[in-house]
């Protein structure tokens, strides 16, 4: 997993942040990716389980190489399988 091929893969277990959210009090959410749908990413963080909605917000999130990457949650607001299907095609 590299930060070219990012979008190929599910979020599923890797560390995010919010950057920037419609819900103002969902950034700065920090955690482990434990789901996601085709609106919501649902972060496990230290105060229990997030759902941030990808629309309107920006994510980061860090590889398991260690390098972060920020994504806007528009370019990413469909089921992560048809995501997948999508790129590779």
Request: proline share 5%.
């Given at each position: 997993m590299t930060k070219k091929n990012?979008?190929?893969?599910?979020?599923m277990g890797l560390e995010a942040e919010?950057?920037?959210?419609?819900n103002e009090t969902q950034k700065?959410?920090?955690?482990?990716?434990?789901?996601?749908?085709?609106?919501i990413i649902k972060i496990e963080s230290k105060n229990g389980e997030k759902n941030i909605q990808k629309v309107g917000s920006v994510f980061r999130?860090?590889?398991?190489?260690?390098?972060k990457m920020k994504i806007i949650g528009n370019e990413i607001a469909v089921r992560?399988?048809?995501?997948?299907?999508?790129?590779?095609?």
């Open positions: 990012l979008k190929k893969h599910e979020f919010v950057l920037k959210s419609k700065g959410i920090k955690g482990t990716v434990i789901n996601e749908t085709q609106k999130f860090t590889l398991p190489n260690g390098e992560p399988e048809e995501r997948i299907r999508k790129v590779r095609k």
